[in-house]
T-cell receptor, first 114, second 114 residues
Framework: EAGVAQSPRYKIIEKRQSVAFWCNPI?????LYWYQQILGQGPKLLIQ????????DSQLPKDRFSAERLKGVDSTLKIQPAKLEDSAVYLC????????????FGPGTRLTVL | TQLLEQSPQFLSIQEGENLTVYCNSS?????LQWYRQEPGEGPVLLVT?????EVKKLKRLTFQFGDARKDSSLHITAAQPGDTGLYLC??????????????FGEGTQLTVNP
């Protein structure tokens, strides 16, 4: 079974630029999560999708971050414009259903904002 | 907001030593998960504990969930260099919410020196 795929693996941009990350969850998984992990900290949930609907985006900085999950499969996370403090690893995870707590993580995208 | 505190934050030991990592909270969790994360990779689930007082063993790793389901510990016997990584605990909310939102601790960075 293929795992969660993310791209790109690394991205370096200058502040005020825009960036987008892509995630392909495990086939058949209804729930998709985006996390931000700052160096030395645990992952922080940004947004949770159930199929193509948003379940929880309470910690998403909506003035600059946006995410979508078209057709309930792949998802993209966008930052526009980026700030220095957005430098982090962005992790995508998926789980079979909303009541299942086991999440499977992708390798992450390491973003550096200069 | 449910918070999980992990201790110690950093741990550097010699191969063959034993160690214990702690995960504590003032909140009750329905279940608690332990993950290990290696550099450049996403967290990988090691175990889920559900019942208060539950003890699970995974080879040289022993996981315990506190009786009150507020805390957990991870004990590693005869640590090996391959155990090196960031150990994260994550708690699931005690009441069913609109999603399965995990609360992650800040992690314990373990280094096992040969």
């Amino acid at each position: 079974e293929a795992g969660v795929a993310q791209s790109p693996r690394y991205k370096i941009i200058e502040k005020r630029q825009s960036v987008a990350f892509w995630c392909n969850p495990i086939s058949g998984h209804a729930t998709l999560y985006w996390y931000q992990q700052i160096l030395g900290q645990g992952p922080k949930l940004l947004i949770q999708f159930q199929n193509n609907g948003v379940v929880d985006d309470s910690q998403l900085p909506k003035d600059r971050f946006s995410a979508e999950r078209l057709k309930g499969v792949d998802s993209t996370l966008k930052i526009q414009p980026a700030k220095l403090e957005d430098s982090a690893v962005y992790l995508c995870a998926s789980s079979p259903s909303r009541v299942t707590d086991t999440q499977y993580f992708g390798p992450g995208t390491r973003l550096t904002v200069l | 907001t449910q918070l999980l505190e992990q201790s110690p934050q950093f741990l550097s030991i010699q191969e063959g030593e034993n160690l214990t990592v702690y995960c504590n909270s003032s909140s009750v969790f329905s279940s608690l998960q332990w993950y290990r994360q290696e550099p450049g990779e996403g967290p990988v689930l090691l175990v889920t504990v559900v019942t208060g007082g539950e003890v699970k063993k995974l080879k040289r790793l022993t996981f315990q969930f506190g009786d009150a389901r507020k805390d957990s510990s991870l004990h590693i016997t005869a640590a090996q260099p391959g155990d090196t990584g960031l150990y994260l605990c994550a708690g699931a909310p005690s009441q069913e919410t609109s999603g399965s939102r995990l609360t992650f601790g800040e992690g314990t960075q373990l280094t096992v020196n040969p």
